[in-house]
C-alpha cells in the first residue's frame, strides 16, 4: 500500500510538508508500513470494527481484531470513510466526494432508539441510508450534528460536530469523564464544554468536536488532526508500545512543530494532568496533532477519566513517565525528569508541575462545589484532590495496589 500525493500538490507546496501527517509528508510515496498506520487509525477498534467488518463482504480480521491486510483496511474506509477524524474524506475511485451532504433531524424517540442500537450498529452507521462514518476507540459512541439545540444525523458526508459516548462497562464512565474533562476544560487544556444528557434510559456524555467548526446551521468546516499513533506511523494494536511521551511523541514535535518547545511544553501539561487526575490510559492514540496547512501543534485533551475509581484496573499506565510504569509511583521528580527528557529545564518543568497544581485546586472547588454526596463525581474530585496533595509534597500520588 502507497499513498501518494497528487503532482500538483506536491509541485506547490514542495517536499517535507505534513499535510495529511507527519508520517506522510510530500511528496511521496509512502513507506508502506506508515501508509496502513495511518488509513487503520481511522477505523474503529474492538467490537465496533468487528460489527463493521461483518457488514463488508470479504473483509477479514487478524487474531488481534486489526484488518488482516491492508486491503481490508482500504475496503472498510470505502465503505465507512465519508466522515472520518479530521479532514478526511475517503471515497471510492470515480466517486465525488460530498462538500455538503444533508442532516435528518432526530426527535428524542429516535435519538434514544438509535444510541440503543450502537450494540448493533457501531457510530449509527448506516450505509443503505447514507451514513457511513468512522472513528477510533473502542467505545459505543454516536456521531451527530447539534444546530440550535436540536439533534441531527449527518448523511451523505456531511460532518459532524458532537459525539455522544455512551457509559461503557465502568459504571458511571459519563459522569467520570465529564468531571475530568470539565477540569481540563477549567485549565485551558481542552476545548469546549462537555456535560451528561439522559438519553431515553441512558446517560450519555455529549462531547463537541475539536476538529469541527460550525459556520451556522448545516455549515461545518473539517479541521485536519491526527493522533500520535498516525504521526509517528504505528498501527493501533500497538498504541500502548509507542513509548514514553518524551520519545517519539517529542521526536514529531522537534521535527515538524514550528514552535518545538512551545508544542513540547502543551504535551508535557497534557501527560502531567492525565497522571495527576488518574487516568492510567494515556495511549498513543489519546493524544493527537493540529495539522493546519502543514502547521503542526498539539491538539486538546480529550479521552480522559479518572480510572482510579474502578478496582479491576491494573495501574500500569499507557505510557512511563519517567522511569515510572506504575500510575501510584509517579511523583514530582518522575514528572520534571519526563519533562527535561522532552527538552526542557528543570525550572521549566516545575514551574509547570506548579502551575498545574495551583490550576486544578481551584477547577476542584468549583466542581466540589456542585457534586451531589456520594455519587461518582464526589468520588473522582476527593481521589484527585488528593493526588494534588501529594504532588505538591513531593509524595508519590498514591498507594500501589
Given at each position: 500500500?502507497?499513498?501518494?500525493?497528487?503532482?500538483?500538490?506536491?509541485?506547490?507546496?514542495?517536499?517535507?510538508?505534513?499535510?495529511?501527517?507527519?508520517s506522510?509528508?510530500?511528496?511521496?510515496?509512502?513507506?508502506?508500513g506508515?501508509?496502513?498506520?495511518?488509513l487503520?487509525?481511522?477505523?474503529?477498534e474492538?467490537?465496533?470494527?468487528?460489527?463493521?467488518?461483518?457488514?463488508?463482504?470479504?473483509?477479514?480480521?487478524?487474531?488481534?481484531?486489526?484488518?488482516?491486510?491492508?486491503?481490508?483496511?482500504?475496503a472498510?474506509?470505502?465503505?465507512?470513510?465519508?466522515?472520518?477524524?479530521?479532514?478526511?474524506?475517503?471515497?471510492?475511485s470515480?466517486?465525488?466526494?460530498?462538500?455538503?451532504?444533508?442532516?435528518?433531524?432526530?426527535?428524542?424517540?429516535?435519538?434514544?432508539?438509535?444510541?440503543?442500537?450502537?450494540?448493533?450498529?457501531?457510530?449509527?452507521?448506516?450505509?443503505?441510508?447514507?451514513?457511513?462514518?468512522?472513528?477510533?476507540?473502542?467505545?459505543?459512541?454516536?456521531?451527530?450534528?447539534?444546530?440550535?439545540?436540536?439533534?441531527?444525523?449527518?448523511?451523505?458526508?456531511?460532518?459532524?460536530?458532537?459525539?455522544?459516548?455512551?457509559?461503557?462497562?465502568?459504571?458511571?464512565s459519563?459522569?467520570?469523564?465529564?468531571?475530568?474533562?470539565?477540569?481540563?476544560?477549567?485549565?485551558?487544556?481542552?476545548?469546549?464544554?462537555v456535560?451528561?444528557?439522559?438519553?431515553?434510559?441512558?446517560?450519555?456524555?455529549?462531547?463537541?468536536r475539536?476538529?469541527?467548526?460550525?459556520?451556522?446551521?448545516?455549515?461545518?468546516?473539517?479541521l485536519?488532526?491526527?493522533?500520535?499513533?498516525?504521526?509517528?506511523?504505528?498501527?493501533?494494536?500497538d498504541?500502548y508500545?509507542?513509548?514514553?511521551?518524551?520519545?517519539?511523541?517529542a521526536?514529531?514535535?522537534?521535527?515538524?512543530?514550528?514552535?518545538?518547545?512551545?508544542?513540547?511544553?502543551?504535551l508535557?501539561?497534557?501527560v502531567?494532568?492525565?497522571?495527576?487526575?488518574?487516568?492510567?490510559?494515556?495511549?498513543?492514540?489519546?493524544?493527537?496533532?493540529?495539522?493546519?496547512?502543514?502547521?503542526?501543534?498539539m491538539?486538546?485533551?480529550?479521552?480522559?477519566?479518572?480510572?482510579l475509581?474502578?478496582?479491576?484496573?491494573?495501574?500500569?499506565?499507557?505510557?512511563?513517565?519517567?522511569d515510572?510504569?506504575?500510575?501510584?509511583?509517579?511523583?514530582?521528580?518522575?514528572?520534571?525528569?519526563?519533562?527535561?527528557?522532552?527538552?526542557m529545564?528543570?525550572?521549566q518543568?516545575?514551574?509547570s508541575?506548579?502551575?498545574?497544581?495551583?490550576?486544578?485546586?481551584?477547577?476542584?472547588?468549583?466542581a466540589?462545589?456542585?457534586?451531589?454526596?456520594?455519587g461518582?463525581?464526589?468520588?473522582?474530585?476527593?481521589?484527585?484532590?488528593?493526588?494534588?496533595?501529594?504532588?505538591?509534597?513531593?509524595?508519590?500520588?498514591?498507594?500501589?495496589?
Open positions: 500500500m502507497r499513498i501518494v500525493y497528487e503532482n500538483s500538490i506536491a509541485e506547490h507546496r514542495g517536499a517535507e510538508v505534513p499535510l495529511l501527517s507527519c506522510l509528508p510530500t511528496p511521496g510515496p509512502s513507506q508502506p506508515k501508509a496502513r498506520a495511518f487503520e487509525g481511522l477505523l474503529p474492538g467490537r465496533a470494527l468487528a460489527m463493521a467488518a461483518g457488514r463488508v463482504r470479504g473483509v477479514r480480521l487478524a487474531g488481534d481484531g486489526s484488518p488482516e491486510t491492508p486491503a481490508d483496511a482500504v472498510l474506509l470505502a465503505e465507512y470513510g465519508r466522515e472520518c477524524a479530521g479532514a478526511v474524506v475517503i471515497v471510492p470515480g466517486e465525488a466526494p460530498s462538500d455538503e451532504g444533508d442532516y435528518e433531524r432526530l426527535d428524542d424517540e429516535e435519538l434514544a432508539r438509535r444510541v440503543q442500537a450502537l450494540p448493533d450498529r457501531p457510530l449509527g452507521a448506516d450505509p443503505e441510508h447514507g451514513i457511513r462514518m468512522s472513528l477510533a476507540g473502542v467505545q459505543d459512541k454516536l456521531l451527530l450534528a447539534r444546530f440550535d439545540g436540536q439533534w441531527f444525523q449527518p448523511r451523505n458526508g456531511a460532518a459532524s460536530t458532537h459525539i455522544l459516548k455512551v457509559s461503557s462497562d465502568w459504571p458511571g459519563a459522569e467520570n469523564e465529564a468531571v475530568v474533562l470539565g477540569l481540563a476544560q477549567r485549565i485551558g487544556l481542552s476545548q469546549g464544554t456535560h451528561v444528557e439522559r438519553v431515553g434510559d441512558t446517560d450519555v456524555l455529549v462531547v463537541p475539536y476538529d469541527r467548526q460550525v459556520d451556522g446551521p448545516g455549515r461545518v468546516r473539517r485536519h488532526q491526527e493522533d500520535m499513533c498516525q504521526a509517528v506511523g504505528i498501527r493501533p494494536r498504541k508500545h509507542i513509548g514514553r511521551p518524551s520519545k517519539r511523541m521526536s514529531v514535535l522537534r521535527e515538524w512543530a514550528d514552535s518545538p518547545s512551545r508544542e513540547i511544553a502543551r508535557f501539561e497534557q502531567a494532568f492525565r497522571a495527576v487526575v488518574g487516568d492510567e490510559d494515556g495511549h498513543g492514540k489519546n493524544y493527537s496533532l493540529m495539522l493546519d496547512d502543514g502547521t503542526v501543534r491538539a486538546p485533551l480529550y479521552d480522559s477519566l479518572c480510572t475509581i474502578y478496582p479491576d484496573l491494573t495501574g500500569r499506565m499507557g505510557t512511563p513517565i519517567g515510572q510504569q506504575n500510575l501510584a509511583r509517579v511523583d514530582r521528580a518522575a514528572l520534571v525528569a519526563e519533562a527535561r527528557a522532552m527538552g529545564t528543570a525550572s518543568a516545575n514551574e508541575v506548579d502551575d498545574l497544581a495551583a490550576g486544578l485546586r481551584t477547577a476542584l472547588d468549583a466540589g462545589r456542585s457534586a451531589p454526596e456520594g461518582v463525581r464526589e468520588q473522582v474530585v476527593r481521589i484527585i484532590t488528593q493526588r494534588v496533595d501529594r504532588l505538591e509534597s513531593g509524595r508519590p500520588l498514591g498507594e500501589p495496589r
